[in-house]
T-cell receptor, first 114, second 114 residues
Framework: NAGVTQTPKFQVLKTGQSMTLQCAQDMNHEYMSWYRQDPGMGLRLIHYSVGAGITDQGEVPNGYNVSRSTTEDFPLRLLSAAPSQTSVYFC?????????????FGSGTRLTVV | AQSVAQPEDQVNVAEGNPLTVKCTYSVSGNPYLFWYVQYPNRGLQFLLKYITGDNLVKGSYGFEAEFNKSQTSFHLKKPSALVSDSALYFCAAQEGTGFQKLVFGTGTRLLVSP
């Protein structure tokens, strides 16, 4: 099925551990992005990419790295997990430059850092 | 800087009654505006968008939204609410030229009672 696939769905990390959240889309979307969702704060942009080899920071990039080696994949790396990174993470993609159909979101990764 | 405000954390409405979920935005230039819906433990789903043209935009599941440039508002409406409409609704905006950094509001929980 066409769409955005995120793995894992759930993850518990210890403080200081690192991990990669995976995001893959099969719609040939140029634009991909990562958001975190926290209660009362809506969705905040972490990093985004407008094509392979091109990434940039969003609103809350600290503690996260991204890369875009292919059009399909946009992994998010947590370098040294902190309790403040406990959140639900969403990957979203769209065509570029105009998202005629809106963004397509993955189903999310619920991350808990203890 | 772009911003989106959803002044109500929760909206309660009885089934069959009309509903309105409010959204105001601050975007330089012409805005692109979106509504998304999130059901429990799911990603966001695109409902509708305003890019240009008619100020009344129709979307999925019988929802519509009215763009008001003078009031910088983009309220979501439905003539007759269903219990199944109960969900979290997000308004989002981006500047209508160049680049696709989408800014979200904090979300409004809609509760439709039988």
């Amino acid at each position: 099925n066409a769409g955005v696939t995120q793995t894992p769905k759930f993850q518990v990390l210890k403080t200081g551990q690192s991990m990669t959240l995976q995001c893959a889309q099969d719609m040939n979307h140029e634009y991909m992005s990562w958001y975190r969702q926290d209660p009362g704060m809506g969705l905040r942009l972490i990093h985004y990419s407008v094509g392979a080899g091109i990434t940039d920071q969003g609103e809350v990039p600290n503690g996260y790295n991204v890369s875009r080696s292919t059009t399909e994949d946009f992994p998010l790396r947590l370098l040294s997990a902190a309790p403040s990174q406990t959140s639900v993470y969403f990957c979203a993609s769209s065509y570029f430059p105009v998202p005629s159909g809106g963004y397509t979101f993955g189903s999310g990764t619920r991350l808990t850092v203890v | 800087a772009q911003s989106v405000a959803q002044p109500e954390d929760q909206v309660n409405v009885a089934e069959g009654n009309p509903l309105t979920v409010k959204c105001t935005y601050s975007v330089s230039g012409n805005p692109y505006l979106f509504w998304y819906v999130q059901y429990p433990n799911r990603g966001l789903q695109f409902l509708l968008k305003y890019i240009t043209g008619d100020n009344l935009v129709k979307g999925s599941y019988g929802f519509e939204a009215e763009f008001n440039k003078s009031q910088t508002s983009f309220h979501l409406k439905k003539p007759s609410a269903l219990v199944s409409d109960s969900a979290l609704y997000f308004c989002a905006a981006q500047e209508g030229t160049g680049f696709q950094k989408l800014v979200f509001g904090t979300g409004t929980r809609l509760l439709v009672s039988p």
